[in-house]
C-alpha cells in the first residue's frame, strides 16, 4: 500500500469519528510536504470543511490530534492554514523498506490486470531512406512507452507500419533506374537502407535541376514542379506499381528488401523490437475498398477529375483528398484501412499512434472520417504527439542528404563514451570485450537517457558530446551510480556481510536514509503516473533524483566502514533497493545498466 493511500485511510475514518460522516475519496487529498515545512505528507483539509462544518485550521487542528492520538505511525503533526503537516514514524519507514525488499516486482503490475488491450505504433519508416535521428526519438519513445504501458499491467501490442509503397519510394526507384548501373548494398559495401538513400537525395537533385530549366524557359515554379519530367516518370512508376507491372514490381521487391535488412541492423543496434510488422503495401487496398464504400453511401464525393474527397468544413477543418484522379491512393487511405484492420485483429481498448507533432492535422482528420464511416472506435484513437529534435547546428532535411544518421550517431556515442571513460580511468583493468561492452552500454544508455528525459511534447537539441557526461541529469552519471552498488554488494559479501531480510528501526538515525526510502516507495507512483501521462521523462527524472540522492547519502555516510551492524544493514539494504530500482527505472526507458564501470 502506498504512504498516501495509507493516510488517506488514516483520514477517513479520523473523519468519520469526528464529524459522523465518511468522506469521498476525491475529498481525501494527500501530497508530499512541501520542503520548506516539516513534515512527510500533506493533507488538503478544505474539501472535508463541508462536513466538519469549521474553519481550515480547527478542521485540521481536530484531524491531526486525533491522528496522533490514534494512529501510532503518525508521530507528529503541524497545521498551516488548511494544510495539515504529517510526520511518520521510523517504525513506518522500516515496515516500507522491509515490503520493498521483499517485492521483486515493486512498483511493476503483472501484464493484463487491467484488463485493456493496447497498441502502440511507433517507427514507421519509408523505405526510400535511412533511419535518422527524428527515428531515433520516435522508436525510443514508443519502445519506452509500450513499456511502461506494460508494466502498469496493460496487455501491449508493439507494432511498426513501414510505409513501403507510394511516391518518395517511386523516386528513390526512378534514381536508380536512371543512376544506378546495376549497384547494390554489396558491390558498393553500403547499408542496404544507405544506398537507397542515396538514390532519394539524387532524385531530388536532379528534379530541381529540371524545375530550374522550365523556369528558365518562362514557366512558373508551380507549373514547374509539376510538369518537371522526372516527377512526372515518378507517377507514371506509381500507377505502374498499383497494377502489379512486372518490372516495377520485381525493382520494388529488391529495393524494398535492401531497406529492410539495413533497418534490422539499425533496430537491434538500438534494442528496439516489435510484436507485429504492418506494411502499407499490404494495407492500402483495404483503405481503397473502404474510401469507395464511402463514396456509394454518399460520405465521400468525387470530383470532376476523378479524384475521391471529404469534405470537413463543417467540423471546422477542410476537404481532404482521399484518392488520386488515377485511382492510386494517399497516405490517409492506407491508415484507413490500417486502423480497421487492427481494431478487428486485436479488438483493441486504445490504439497510440507515436508520431511527430506536424502530422496532428493528419491525425484530426483520421479520427473524423472512421467516425463518419460508423467506426465508434474511432474515440479509442490517439495521436502521441512529441516534438522535433535536432543538433546544435539546427534542422535536418532528408531529400537534402543533411539528416543525421541514425547508425552514424550510435557508433559515434559508443566511441564516444569509450573515449571519455578510458579518459575517467573508469575501463583500467577491464579486459577489452568487457570494455567494448561497458562502452556499447554507455553510449546507447547517454543517447536514449538525453532523448528520453526530456517531455515528448517539447522541441529538443540533441548535443552528443553533453549526454555523455559523467555528472548531472545524464544515463552515464546514473549507470554509474548503478554500478558503484554492485561494487559495495560485491565487497559486503567479499567480507561475509549479508544484507538482512527485514530492517530494524535502530538503524534510522540519519535524516538521509528517511529521504532515500520516501523517494523509493514513490516508484509505483511515478510508473503510473508516467502511463497516464505516456511520458518516459518522468521515469527519467525521477531515476536521476532517486540517483542524486543516493550520492549524497554515500558521500556523507560510510557504509561498509560502519561499526554498527544495525545501522551497516540498513545501510546495505537501502543500496540494494535503490539499485533495484534504479536499474527497474532504466530498463523502462530501454537502458542497461552496467554491475561494473
Not at 494544510?83 to 516500507?96: I, P, Q
Request: hydrophobic fraction near 35%; aromatic fraction near 10%; proline fraction near 3%.
Amino acid at each position: 500500500m502506498s504512504t498516501e493511500l495509507f493516510l488517506q485511510n488514516e483520514v477517513k475514518i479520523a473523519v468519520e469519528k469526528l464529524y459522523g460522516i465518511a468522506p469521498e475519496a476525491s475529498q481525501l487529498q494527500v501530497q508530499k510536504t512541501k520542503k520548506d515545512f516539516e513534515g512527510d505528507y500533506t493533507l488538503v483539509a478544505f474539501p472535508l470543511l463541508k462536513i466538519s462544518k469549521k474553519n481550515p485550521e480547527a478542521t485540521s487542528q481536530e484531524i491531526g490530534q486525533y491522528l496522533a492520538d490514534n494512529c501510532k505511525k503518525i508521530v507528529r503533526f503541524n497545521v498551516i492554514k488548511g494544510f495539515l503537516n504529517l510526520t511518520l514514524s521510523n517504525d513506518y519507514w522500516a515496515e516500507m523498506l522491509t515490503g520493498i525488499s521483499l517485492n521483486n516486482d515493486f512498483g511493476f503490475q503483472p501484464s493484463g490486470v487491467t484488463g485493456r488491450s493496447v497498441m502502440v505504433e511507433f517507427s514507421s519508416p519509408n523505405t526510400n531512406k535511412p533511419l535518422h535521428l527524428g527515428h531515433i526519438r520516435n522508436n525510443l519513445l514508443g519502445f519506452s512507452v509500450a513499456r511502461i504501458l506494460e508494466k502498469n499491467g496493460n496487455r501491449v501490442k508493439r507494432v511498426n507500419l513501414v510505409n513501403d509503397r507510394g511516391i518518395h519510394i517511386c523516386k528513390s526507384m526512378l534514381a536508380w533506374q536512371k543512376f544506378g548501373r546495376g549497384e547494390t548494398p554489396e558491390s558498393s559495401n553500403k547499408k542496404g537502407d544507405h544506398l537507397v538513400g542515396d538514390y532519394y537525395v539524387r532524385f531530388d537533385k536532379e528534379y530541381k535541376a529540371q524545375i530550374e530549366e522550365l523556369k528558365s524557359k518562362g514557366i512558373l515554379e508551380d507549373e514547374a514542379k509539376a510538369k518537371a519530367p522526372f516527377i512526372l516518370q515518378a507517377q507514371e512508376m506509381l500507377r505502374k506499381w498499383e497494377s502489379k507491372d512486372p518490372e516495377i514490381y520485381a525493382l520494388w521487391e529488391t529495393m524494398n528488401g535492401w531497406v529492410y535488412s539495413g533497418f534490422e541492423k539499425t533496430y537491434s543496434a538500438l534494442g528496439i523490437s516489435f510484436d507485429k510488422t504492418y506494411y502499407e503495401s499490404q494495407t492500402y487496398l483495404l483503405g481503397k475498398s473502404t474510401v469507395t464504400e464511402g463514396l456509394d453511401r454518399g460520405i465521400f464525393k468525387r470530383k470532376d477529375d476523378g479524384s475521391i474527397w471529404i469534405d470537413l468544413t463543417g467540423d471546422g477543418l477542410d476537404e481532404k483528398l482521399l484518392m488520386r484522379s488515377d485511382g492510386t491512393s494517399v497516405y490517409i487511405t492506407q491508415d484507413i484501412g490500417t486502423a480497421i484492420q487492427r481494431f478487428d485483429e486485436y479488438h483493441l481498448d486504445e490504439l497510440i499512434y507515436v508520431v511527430g507533432n506536424e502530422q496532428e492535422y493528419h491525425f484530426q482528420v483520421l479520427k473524423l472520417i472512421l467516425k463518419k464511416l460508423g467506426y465508434n472506435w474511432s474515440d479509442s484513437l490517439f495521436h502521441l504527439s512529441y516534438g522535433m529534435v535536432q543538433l546544435p547546428e539546427g534542422k535536418m532535411k532528408s531529400r537534402e542528404g543533411t539528416v543525421v544518421d541514425a547508425d552514424d550517431l550510435v557508433d559515434e556515442m559508443v566511441s564516444t563514451a569509450r573515449e571519455m571513460s578510458a579518459e575517467l580511468g573508469k575501463l583500467d583493468g577491464v579486459e577489452t570485450n568487457e570494455a567494448n561492452a561497458i562502452s556499447s552500454m554507455v553510449g546507447l544508455g547517454a543517447l536514449k537517457y538525453f532523448i528520453l528525459k526530456v517531455d515528448p511534447k517539447k522541441n529538443m537539441t540533441f548535443n552528443p558530446r553533453e549526454s555523455i557526461d559523467f555528472n548531472g541529469n545524464t544515463g552515464p552519471f546514473i549507470q554509474y551510480t548503478h554500478a558503484r552498488i554492485c561494487s559495495i554488494r560485491r565487497k559486503a559479501d567479499e567480507m561475509g556481510i549479508k544484507i538482512p531480510k527485514s530492517i530494524s528501526i535502530e538503524g534510522f538515525n540519519a535524516s538521509k536514509e528517511i529521504e532515500l526510502i520516501k523517494l523509493i516507495s514513490e516508484f509505483p507512483a511515478i510508473v503510473e503516473q508516467a502511463g497516464k501521462e505516456l511520458s518516459p521523462s518522468l521515469v527519467a527524472n525521477y531515476a536521476y533524483e532517486l540517483t542524486k540522492e543516493y550520492n549524497q547519502f554515500y558521500h556523507d555516510y560510510p557504509i561498509l566502514k560502519e561499526e554498527k551492524p544495525e545501522v551497516q544493514a540498513l545501510r546495505l539494504s537501502l543500496s540494494k533497493i535503490v539499485g533495484d530500482t534504479i536499474r527497474k527505472s532504466m530498463w523502462l526507458l530501454g537502458i542497461d545498466v552496467p554491475e561494473k564501470m
